[in-house]
């Protein structure tokens, strides 16, 4: 059976949702997530590490910083 991995349509896709965040951070964070996929990582735990980083305890959340 093949896995499903993530690709460059993935990272367009949540780089429009964010696009103050540099696309290079999406490329990385999607990278990663396709070597955990590929080490046996389950889809629960993929999904976990997601919702980790989208509620602002991972890498992809950052708060936009008010110039002065």
């Known amino acids: 059976m093949k896995t499903m991995k993530f690709t460059m349509e993935d990272v367009e896709a949540a780089h429009s949702l ?4 540099p696309k290079e951070r999406f490329i990385k964070f ?3 997530l396709n070597f955990k996929i ?12 997601i919702e980790i980083a989208v509620e602002g305890k991972g890498d992809l959340a950052m708060s936009i910083k008010e110039k002065k």
């Open 38 to 49: 590929h080490k046996g990582w389950s889809g629960e735990k993929i999904a976990k590490l």
């Open 18 to 21: 964010k696009p103050y965040l």
């Open 30 to 32: 999607f990278g990663f």
